[in-house]
Each structure stands twice: as structure tokens, then as C-alpha cells.
């Protein structure tokens, strides 16, 4: 059978690899080498309304061409082509993942007039929470709404809340609740008005543990405010693929905004999952961010592979993870907007494509994903910039720059992205011993090596004109088709997540140990057993 190391693009890259792996990025950059067409010019693309400079990556213009090369050879487009077609691309749970779908504007797309009713049934409640018709059960108008929900379930609603703040109503506040710890509930809660919050619970299965307990300690919430158990219908919807669950919640069929098993749930927020980004936005926005991932949806399918920005965002990272051996790799916006696009990132990339079982089950011989990490600059530069510029790790980075702002304050601005491209400048370029010898001075010699930079570190720069809706949507689909892109070439299924189960059986074993009379507590390892009976001392006094 194929595999991925005995497809002929592989072993081309291997040796390429072993050609290039010394080269300096500095030497390529060097006016005399860097002649017309620039590389700035070479490895820029667009698409999308975004930009990728991939010029500062350790890549030539056959890196490039071996890599699409063995995406080819992998199977790339039919794969693309399987997924928009909704075709079972998740064969461990026999499903489609046609989260496209929920932005396809062809009325031949799947699942078109059930996705267009939800979404029109999601802004006619989305308008009367925003224009005040929709009430609570005093009569006041709603102005605090509370997500509960967790992984895909959270992390996407809130990172587009957060990102496009500028953009949504001043009357409402968004909260986001996802963490079983009850401080999480609690702190949301402190100063909400009952009378005037409603509660959204997102839970694709709707058994998720921390998103149930959240709820019904909500549910308590309101009732002890003085709400009758009848009037929670004013205070409380559901969004899940399981409908019957939300109904026996107590949450009244007419409010249950439905998904379907055909989203995954880190791919959901185009669904009724975002429809707390549609009350905070205004539904004219929201369709605003599905045009902007459908504009890649269309750049992914359209674009030759070799001008593709998913897929050679994906293979430059397999260059890094496959053949440089990079563990992590670090996403930086210039952006406190998105501020939580990382930790989005984190689930969309490692849940998708940290496994190791191949599609037909054998186990890969080959790393797949890296560790996905990141904050915004420049937070990092002052916290954990000094390793990569002079650990002896390299981590390949992604940085994000927003060209406008999208507040008031337009004079941080030259400041903010004059240090984002002065900071892939500085890892690139390094200081050399010769330089670092001239700071020093002949007083301070022991000191040259502490301000020696290696350089030839590889960043690409992604430039987004402002921060809208649309561009913000195809921010997004450009890492769901990056995730796809690398599931492909490493034959994995980027759509189940099984490695998350046997935490969550255990969990229910131990959170039973926790409660039980002494003797009824099950044995386990010396040192899970030492935690729990520390655990039970201080639960029961
Ligand atoms: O435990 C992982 C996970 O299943 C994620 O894949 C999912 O996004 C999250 O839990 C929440 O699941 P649900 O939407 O069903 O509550």
C-alpha cells in the first residue's frame, strides 16, 4: 500500500531537505541574491481578501513545488472535493463535515434550505433580543446574555464576540461560560440582573459534563432570583443536534436552534452556535462572516495549488513538523481583537490532527500535529520572545497583522505593526558574532556571545486590510482548510476526537470516588488513589 513516506514527492523533500536544511535566509535575502522577482514577490499570495507572505519561511521555489508536489500525490483535492460534496469524510463516526455548507451561498450547496431556514428562525430572535422585543419575565428588555458551552461550543462565539467588539450593539454584554470549576459561573454571573439575562446553552450532544452542570446551576440562578419555573422560557434557549435532551432540560421546543451531526463542533460557529455573535453583531454581520469564509471556501476549491493560501500554509508547516522536526509552532496576532483566536486555534488544530491512527488504522511512522500556542503582540515580545530568538528551538510562527484599526486610537497603530515586522525582520536576519563583537566593544568581549542571534528562524506574515466580519470569516476558514490540507497528507481523520473519551470515562469513575462512603471507594494506582483520599479529606471537612 501508499504511504506517505513512499510517495515520491517524500523522498525528493528528503533529500532536498538534507540540500537546504544549512542554508540562511539572510544569504537569500541579500540584495545581490535577491534579485527581481524578489522573494517578497515570489512567495507572496492572496486570496480571500487576505494576504500570506511566506517569504521569510526556509523555502525555495522547488521546496514549494516538491511540497504541492506531495500534496498531489497525497490526494489533496480529492479529499477537498469529497468534503464540499458531503461526501463521509469522518468515517470512525460515518458523517460528513459540511461546515461549508453553512456558508455556501449556491442553492445547490447540501443541506441549503435547512440551513437557510435555522438561519433565518436565528435572526428573528437574534433582532427582537436587539431591539428589545424579546423580554424577560418582568417585561425588561434583555441586556446580558450568557454563553454556556465548552470547546467548540465556546471557544469559537467567543473569539468572534471578542474580535468584532467594535461591530456589536452596545445594549448587550456577552459572557462566555464554559469551565466546570464553579468560578467561572460565578464571576459571569456577579452584577448580571437576572431579570435581564438570557441564558444560551450550546451543546452539540447536549450530555457534555461542564456545559449540564453550568446550566442547571443557571437554572437555580434565575429561579432563586424570584423567575417561576414557568417563565425560564424567557431566560433560557438551546442550541444543540440534539433536540430532544434540550426539551427535557426544561428549554421549550420553539426555542431549540438546531445543528446538525454533519458540523463538527470546532467547526460549528457558523451554525445557530454563533448565535450569540448574531445578537451581538446584528444578522447582517453574521452573513457578513459567512461571506468572508466563503470567499475562501471558493479560494480553496478555485485556486491552483501552487497560489493555494490553506494549502501552502499546510505544507509549509509539514516542511517545519516533517522535516525540520518542529514540536510547536506559535500564532501571534498584532491584534488584543484576536485575542482568542490562539486558543481557537488550539482545539481547531490539535484536536483535528493530533492523532495517530491512520485513516485505515495502522499507526503513522511520522509526527502530525504540532503543538498549536500564542498570544498577541506584542504581549509575547515581553514574555516569551527571548526563546525564540535565542533558544536553541526553533518554532516556526505565524504572525497577524491588521493593517487599520478598528478603534479610535489610530496612533498605537504604526507602533503596533512596526514591531510585528520588525520582529519576523529580527528573527530572520539573527546578529551575527561580527556584529555582536561591535556592540560589545573590546571592553565587554565575554558578553558577545549573550547578544549573538542565531536568526534564519521562519515566520509568515498574514496581512488582513481591517478587522471585519468578512475578513475575519476568511481568517477562519483559511486555518479549517490549513487543518484539512495536513489531515490529508498525513491520512488522518482531522473530525473525531476520540482521544478526549477515556479522561471523560475516568472522570465520572473518580468524581463518584470523590462522594462515596469510604468503603465503596474503587482502587486505583497509588498515586491516583493518594489524590482522591487528599481530595475527600478536604470535600468532607
Ligand atoms: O470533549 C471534546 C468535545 O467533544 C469537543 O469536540 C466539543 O467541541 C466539546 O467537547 C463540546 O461538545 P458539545 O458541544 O457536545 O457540548
Redesign the pocket.
Known amino acids: 500500500m501508499t504511504t506517505l513516506k513512499s510517495l515520491p514527492a517524500w523522498s525528493a523533500l528528503q533529500t532536498h531537505y538534507e540540500q537546504i536544511r544549512d542554508a540562511q535566509l539572510r544569504d537569500w535575502f541579500a540584495p545581490q541574491n535577491d534579485t527581481a522577482p524578489t522573494r517578497a514577490e515570489r512567495f507572496t499570495f492572496t486570496g480571500g481578501g487576505l494576504a500570506a507572505d511566506f517569504s521569510k519561511n526556509r523555502i525555495t521555489d522547488e521546496t514549494l513545488g516538491l511540497l504541492v508536489q506531495l500534496a498531489r500525490e497525497a490526494g489533496v483535492e480529492a479529499r477537498r472535493d469529497a468534503m464540499f460534496a458531503g461526501e463521509v469524510v469522518n468515517p470512525t463516526e460515518g458523517r460528513a463535515a459540511l461546515h461549508t455548507a453553512l456558508r455556501a451561498m449556491d442553492a445547490n450547496a447540501p443541506f441549503h434550505a435547512a440551513v437557510k431556514a435555522e438561519r433565518a428562525k436565528m435572526a428573528v430572535f437574534a433582532d427582537k433580543v436587539r431591539n428589545g422585543a424579546w423580554t424577560g419575565h418582568t417585561g425588561k428588555r434583555i441586556r446580558h446574555v450568557v454563553n454556556i458551552?465548552?470547546?467548540?461550543?465556546?471557544?469559537g462565539p467567543k473569539m468572534v464576540v471578542h474580535a468584532l467588539h467594535h461591530l456589536a450593539t452596545p445594549d448587550i454584554s456577552t459572557h462566555f461560560v464554559s469551565n466546570v470549576d464553579g468560578a467561572d459561573l460565578h464571576r459571569a454571573l456577579e452584577g448580571l440582573n437576572p431579570e435581564e439575562t438570557l441564558a444560551i446553552v450550546?451543546?452539540?450532544?447536549?450530555?457534555?459534563l461542564?456545559?449540564m452542570t453550568n446550566a442547571r446551576s443557571m437554572r437555580d440562578w434565575f429561579v432563586e432570583s424570584g423567575c417561576a419555573e414557568s417563565d425560564l422560557a424567557k431566560h433560557f434557549v438551546g442550541v444543540?443536534a440534539n433536540p430532544a435532551e434540550v426539551v427535557k432540560f426544561g428549554i421549550a421546543r420553539e426555542n431549540v436552534f438546531e445543528m446538525w451531526d454533519w458540523v463538527?463542533?470546532?467547526y460549528?460557529l457558523w451554525s445557530a452556535?454563533g448565535l450569540s455573535i448574531m445578537i451581538a453583531v446584528g444578522s447582517a454581520q453574521f452573513d457578513e462572516l459567512l461571506a468572508g469564509a466563503n470567499d475562501m471556501d471558493r479560494h480553496f476549491r478555485e485556486a491552483p495549488l501552487e497560489r493555494n493560501l490553506p494549502v501552502l500554509q499546510a505544507l509549509i508547516g509539514i516542511w517545519y513538523r516533517n522535516f525540520f522536526g518542529s514540536q510547536s509552532y506559535l500564532v501571534a496576532p498584532y491584534s488584543e481583537a484576536l485575542h482568542y483566536l490562539p486558543s481557537y486555534l488550539q482545539?481547531l488544530e490539535m484536536?483535528s490532527n493530533g492523532k495517530s491512527a491512520r485513516l485505515d488504522g495502522a499507526t503513522v511512522d511520522y509526527p502530525t500535529s504540532a503543538v498549536t500556542w500564542g498570544e498577541p503582540g506584542t504581549n509575547g515580545q515581553h514574555a516569551f520572545f527571548q526563546m525564540l530568538h535565542q533558544g536553541p528551538t526553533i518554532v516556526p510562527i505565524d504572525f497577524i497583522a491588521v493593517l487599520t484599526p478598528e478603534h479610535p486610537l489610530a496612533s498605537h497603530h504604526a507602533k503596533l505593526l512596526a514591531n510585528c515586522f520588525a520582529q519576523s525582520e529580527a528573527l530572520m536576519l539573527g546578529r551575527t558574532v561580527e556584529e555582536a563583537r561591535k556592540i560589545a566593544g573590546p571592553d565587554k568581549p565575554d558578553l558577545v556571545p549573550h547578544i549573538v542571534f542565531p536568526g534564519n528562524r521562519p515566520t509568515t506574515t498574514l496581512l488582513v486590510d481591517a478587522l471585519t466580519a468578512r475578513s475575519l470569516g476568511a481568517l477562519i476558514a483559511l486555518y479549517e482548510h490549513k487543518v484539512l490540507v495536513q489531515a490529508t497528507v498525513w491520512n488522518i481523520n482531522p473530525f473525531d476526537?476520540w482521544g478526549?473519551e477515556l479522561g471523560?470515562i475516568l472522570g465520572k469513575v473518580v468524581e463518584a470516588d470523590l462522594t462515596a462512603a469510604a468503603a465503596d471507594v474503587k482502587p486505583h494506582d497509588s498515586s491516583t488513589s493518594a489524590l482522591i483520599a487528599r481530595a475527600r479529606a478536604a470535600l468532607n471537612g
Open positions: 458551552g465548552i470547546g467548540g461550543s465556546d471557544l450550546v451543546s452539540k450532544t447536549f450530555t457534555t461542564e456545559t444543540s463538527g463542533g470546532r460549528s452556535v482545539q484536536e476526537q478526549v471523560k
